[in-house]
């Protein structure tokens, strides 16, 4: 049978989860609150919705897959995927590379869509869920104990004091108000370069189906030029500048358009939206101190190159929504909170070393740094193994759990470790399950693997060993499960629901076992079927216990 879904609280009165900031990892945390049932209270310091401007444009696939599941399909629907990746150094083009796509997902591997686009289509899921975001509402102090959290607001109309169970604080790079009052350091390294970014809108012909990157162009010596196709015949085009670049000098001046001929030639053009930033690499030392959890930009701060910014914030956000939901539920702990830091504050570091290992390939810091760069671009003009150690970003991918305490390990299946650009993990504990069609008893058209995930605990079986039942199996195994824990579990045999079998292609399992997912889609164990005591520990483990819930299950509220 299929898991319960979500459904709204049963106590509209209950108090709600606090999300402090409405962009999109904000606005992201929000829907998956109110999916799971939980209700939602958001504030942000902006008057209204400022929607200009591309910022975060790249969304990988997994992103796609959580709005998705929140109602929100057409950033993926509306997004531009390029399929082209070409590289060059000076005026020779280094490689180019074509993104074949070999998964089994209908979701594109990544868009590329402006946020503010993004913004607009989670503003209508947000209408549509009854979650209303307070506009004008600026933080301005949080106190929290051991029963919930006060939030102070300045507004046109005077301070506001709200309460909730928790908070997510989505607050951004400027957030520090939240960070200085629980004590939070933010500690890391900032660029004295620049990047200018301009989107402008010109018909660039196959442009529009390529990524590309420049290394020292002689319209840009010494430094990077990167451009990027967007919906609607936009493209963004970032430049790296020196620290002392003046914007609206170089516009005045006519330079800006000189710098947009040099790549674009007479094209006619319109600019769109020009802004220029600096980049950080900083990482809170926690991101969770009691009932507030930092989120986002809030915690970290890394390069965009290989979009990992707003990515691993709606990576975050997920994390957050669904362990909330459960504590709140009563299906785990309130210390169960604390594997949310444990995990994304990991995924924060590993995204900071990819992304400043990036930048120092980029944006050289001394004298070995410039030789490195040189001697590989060189090399590259000339040499294929070179090529691998030209770093222009590694796109965003979801992080490994493998080292987490809701992570049972299997000594079949051990990670391999950070997998090669642009593939992704074997399947094993604490990784992210492939996504795949599925047919679900009752349906009447395949589904995907990941929504189903998304209701609760999955248990996933494999082939039933020789001489023995398969409908007892997955009975025993969910009984198993259910021994464990109050939350929502489903069981199903891979033969009766793998449409096309890529899911039992991809998994590999072998006869007897038993995959165990949590409700982030993460792999939490694999182990053996028959053995109930073994499943049952696993599926406490999941939701961080290591008893028995005591009493009687209650029927689902999430």
Request: proline share 8%.
């Amino acid at each position: 049978m299929r898991p319960p879904a979500p459904r709204p609280p049963a106590d509209t009165s209950a108090e709600p989860v606090l999300v402090l900031g409405a962009g999109p990892v904000g606005q992201t945390a929000a829907l998956l609150l109110a999916r799971r049932g939980v209700p939602v209270r958001i504030v942000d310091s902006r008057p209204e919705r400022d929607a200009i401007g591309s910022k975060a444009i790249c969304q990988q696939r997994d992103v796609l897959d959580v709005w998705d599941w929140v109602g929100a399909g057409e950033v993926a629907e509306e997004g531009l995927t390029w399929d082209t990746a070409r590289t060059f150094y000076r005026d020779s083009e280094l490689f180019s590379v074509r993104l074949a796509d070999p998964g089994a997902s209908p979701l594109p591997p990544f868009v590329n869509i402006s946020q503010s686009r993004t913004e607009e289509i989670l503003d209508r899921r947000l209408v549509e869920a009854g979650v209303h975001i307070s506009w004008d509402h600026t933080v301005t102090d949080l106190v929290q104990d051991e029963h919930g959290v006060t939030v102070t607001c300045d507004t046109p109309t005077g301070p506001v004091r709200l309460s909730g169970t928790h908070a997510l604080s989505c607050l951004g790079a400027h957030g520090g108000v939240v960070r200085r009052a629980l004590g939070l350091t933010f500690d890391g390294t900032s660029f004295e370069d620049r990047f200018l970014i301009c989107d402008i809108r010109a018909d660039l012909g196959e442009w529009a189906r390529e990524r590309r990157f420049y290394f020292d162009p002689e319209w840009n010596p010494g430094r990077q030029v990167l451009i990027h196709p967007c919906p609607d015949s936009v493209f963004r085009i970032d430049w790296q500048v020196p620290a002392d670049f003046d914007l609206d000098a170089e516009e005045t001046s006519g330079r800006l358009d000189a710098r947009i001929r040099q790549i674009i030639g007479d094209e006619p053009y319109e600019i769109v939206w020009h802004s220029v930033y600096r980049f950080h690499t900083r990482v809170v030392d926690r991101m969770r101190s009691g009932r507030v959890l930092l989120v986002g930009d809030n915690a970290h701060l890394v390069a965009p190159f290989g979009a990992r910014g707003l990515n691993s914030g709606v990576q975050d956000a997920e994390n957050a929504a669904w362990k909330i939901a459960y504590v709140r539920a009563g299906w785990a702990d309130e210390e169960f909170l604390e594997t949310y830091h444990t995990e994304r504050h990991a995924a924060a570091l590993e995204n900071a070393d990819v992304t400043s290992a990036t930048m120092r390939f980029l944006v050289p810091q001394d004298e070995t740094e410039h030789t490195t760069r040189l001697t590989v671009l060189e090399r590259a003009l000339t040499e294929e193994d070179a090529r691998a150690h030209v770093d222009s970003g590694r796109l965003a991918e979801p992080f490994w759990y493998v080292d987490s305490a809701l992570t049972t390990p299997c000594p079949d299946r051990p990670f391999g470790g950070r997998p090669p650009r642009g593939r992704a993990p074997a399947p094993c504990p604490g990784v992210i399950a492939p996504d795949a069609p599925v047919d679900l008893p009752g349906e009447d058209a395949p589904a995907r693997l990941r929504p189903l995930l998304r209701e609760g605990i999955t248990l996933l079986l494999g082939p039933a060993p020789a001489g023995t039942d398969p409908a007892g199996l997955r009975e025993r195994a969910l009984a198993a499960a259910l021994e464990a824990t109050d939350a929502p579990v489903a069981a199903f045999h891979l033969t009766d629901i793998d449409a096309t079998g890529a899911l039992t292609e991809a998994l590999a399992g072998d006869p007897g076992q038993v995959w165990i997912l949590r409700p982030d889609a993460h792999i939490a164990a694999v182990v053996g079927a028959d053995d109930p005591a073994t499943v049952t520990a696993a599926v406490r483990t999941c939701v961080g216990r290591t008893t028995a819930p005591a009493g009687e299950r209650p029927a689902p509220t999430l």
